[in-house]
């Protein structure tokens, strides 16, 4: 009977015996469950492979909701895609994370992408497809996975081809979601973005006349690598007030929290001023190079007004120098520019009555870049726009500048270059000839407190004239061009107070007789 209980079991309803359904073993569920899961993948792999894309896409988010209601996961994936909208512009964290993710690749990944990247001569590693790195951040653990969603081979009649999606999925535990809502996404970005700057190639822009044929042409930047090797190491100065601003540079790139506290745009403004060939442009390279910024090299006459001159500060970029070179002349040349136009308009004003077209064309060139526009770019409200920034105007002639242009504000530091002094030669003779001491050094030391030389002139006389020339007759040249310079410079002086003295009134007793007579004659 015992065994009878245990096998069948009294139907309810007419009271006679069913078997009893056997409980399923362990090995029973796995194989059942495994089977229903072959089944479904092996249909879930003939969809994917016959379907069209638009019907696959609808199963692939059905089986995803299917799966992870069979087997809740409980991770997190959020998918960074390559091209956001439209395809029309690259989405700017999939880069930040591609160099932030190139930094991480651990010495065991082994799928990895190697492009010529913009740092010169240079590969670039980044994971490849279906490659996976592991992150950790505040002692959690994240998983980015490299991945893409295969594009259709079919020929699409939108503008852009339907090509691989390229994204990154980031997979944590959902006990994580706070903190990477809060942090880690924060700090991937950030640092992902510094990589970027690190590493990129620095460029040189300059902004010329855009298509000559075009009837409102327009000036636009155009660009170089920068490649100019000035260091505040090479530079021939003052060695106390070199520091000063190196110093001063450094602050600035690393204030970014400082200003926006006290609610300042973070740029600031630098005035070089002093002779020609005195380091003026070399320094604007060397202030690049410290702080490893883009440089724009602003020429203000070939901007057609302050609307032109808006547009082309909007566009320059985050981490740059604006420079305007020799900004005495960049005013003067405009204001010049139109009185010679008005001179000959006048002369020939027969002559273009005829030619009205060139006439035209000619008024269009016309920079109307005012005192106002200028200062609205250094410190009008979208000048703070795009992050950090310097911005350099050099000259010749600091007198010649309206004060409101230069002051403290707008430029906030300035720095005269002069003359060459013993110290700055000092600096010249280890760059040009390896040179720290020599026993003529205290001639030249001497030399160098009465006379007024460039340092782009004592570089020339430094530079080896031949490739046996030694270092001693390098300095020689020197000292001869500073003893030649210093009799030019006293010569001067002396017709100068000639000049300058008042007549000698002479005694008509005191003249010799043979210059009265002269004189006399003369008159005849
Ligand atoms: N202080 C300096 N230290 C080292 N080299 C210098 C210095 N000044 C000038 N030179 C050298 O002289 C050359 C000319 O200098 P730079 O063009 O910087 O002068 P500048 O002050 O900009 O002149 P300008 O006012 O005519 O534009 C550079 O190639 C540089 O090598
Ligand atoms: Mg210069």
Same mark, same amino acid.
């Given at each position: ?11 309810? @309803? ?7 359904? *056997?409980?399923?073993?362990?090995? +029973? ?7 229903? %899961? ?26 995803? *909701?299917?799966?992870d ?6 991770y ?23 160099a932030?993710? #190139?930094?991480?690749?651990? $010495?065991?990944? !082994?799928? &990895? ?42 020929? #699409? %009649? ?38 970027r ?13 855009? @298509? ?24 021939? /100065?003052?060695? =106390?007030?070199?520091?000063? =601003? ?17 609610? *300042?745009?973070? !740029? ?11 380091g003026?442009?070399? /320094? ?7 702080? @490893? ?37 960049? &005013? ?24 009205k +077209?060139?006439?035209? +064309? ?7 870049v ?5 200062? @609205?770019?250094? $410190? ?10 310097? =911005? ?5 002639? %600091? ?16 720095i ?11 600096? %010249? ?15 030249? !030391?001497?030399?160098?407190n009465?006379?007024?030389m ?13 490739r046996?020339?030694?270092?001693e ?23 100068? #107070? *000639? +000049?300058?003295?008042?007549?000698? =009134? ?19």
């Amino acid at each position: 009977m015992g065994s009878i209980t245990r096998k069948y079991k009294m139907n309810r @309803n007419d009271g006679k015996a069913v078997p009893r359904k *056997k409980p399923m073993t362990m090995t +029973e569920i796995l194989t059942s469950t495994s089977s229903t %899961l072959a089944t479904i993948m092996f249909a879930w792999s003939i969809i994917r492979q016959y379907s069209p894309q638009g019907l696959r896409q609808y199963f692939q988010t059905y089986f995803s *909701k299917f799966m992870d209601y069979i087997y809740p996961s409980p991770y997190v994936r959020i998918a960074i895609y390559e091209f956001v909208g439209d395809r029309f512009s690259r989405n700017k964290a999939f880069a930040a994370v591609e160099a932030y993710l #190139s930094d991480k690749l651990s $010495d065991d990944a !082994k799928r &990895l992408k190697a492009e010529v990247g913009e740092s010169k001569n240079n590969f670039s590693l980044s994971m490849d497809e279906y490659e996976r790195v592991t992150d950790e951040y505040e002692n959690a653990e994240f998983w980015w996975t490299s991945s893409k969603i295969a594009g259709s081979a079919t020929k #699409s %009649l939108s503008l852009y081809p339907d090509t691989d999606r390229r994204f990154y999925q980031l997979k944590f535990h959902k006990k994580h979601r706070e903190l990477v809502k809060e942090s880690y996404l924060k700090h991937v970005l950030k640092e992902g973005k510094e990589i970027r700057v690190n590493r990129r190639r620095r460029k040189l822009y300059t902004n010329g006349t855009g @298509n000559r044929w075009l009837i409102h042409r327009s000036t636009t930047w155009s660009e170089v690598y920068f490649e100019h090797p000035a260091s505040f190491d090479t530079i021939g /100065m003052d060695p =106390i007030k070199k520091q000063e =601003i190196i110093e001063d540079l450094l602050t600035f790139s690393q204030s970014k929290e400082y200003y926006a506290r006290i609610g *300042k745009a973070w !740029k600031r403004g630098y005035l070089l001023y002093g002779p020609p060939g005195t380091g003026k442009s070399t /320094m604007i390279a060397a202030m690049a190079n410290l702080l @490893n910024y883009d440089v724009y090299d602003l020429e203000l006459t070939a901007v057609k007004d302050n609307t032109e001159l808006r547009k082309l500060l909007i566009e320059t970029t985050s981490k740059s120098i604006i420079v305007i070179e020799d900004i005495d002349c960049s &005013l003067e040349f405009t204001k010049q520019r139109k009185i010679v136009e008005k001179k000959s308009s006048n002369e020939e004003k027969e002559k273009k009555k005829a030619i009205k +077209e060139p006439k035209k +064309e000619e008024e269009e060139v016309k920079s109307k870049v005012t005192l106002s526009g200028l200062l @609205n770019f250094i $410190d009008g409200i979208w000048s703070a726009c795009g992050g950090e920034r310097l =911005i350099v105007f050099t000259t010749n002639h %600091l007198e010649k500048l309206d004060p409101a242009l230069i002051r403290r504000g707008r430029m906030d530091k300035h720095i005269e270059l002069s003359y060459c002094s013993y110290e700055a030669f000092k600096v %010249l003779a280890k760059n040009y000839l390896n040179v720290e001491t020599h026993e003529l050094f205290e001639e030249i !030391k001497e030399l160098f407190n009465n006379v007024k030389m460039s340092p782009a002139d004592v570089a020339e006389n430094l530079m080896p004239k031949s490739r046996e020339e030694a270092e001693e007759h390098a300095l020689r040249r020197l000292i001869g061009s500073l003893e030649e310079t210093k009799r030019v410079a006293e010569e001067k002086k002396k017709e100068k #107070s *000639k +000049e300058t003295s008042p007549p000698k =009134i002479v005694d008509e007793k005191e003249r010799p007789s043979e210059i009265v007579k002269e004189e006399e004659s003369s008159l005849e």
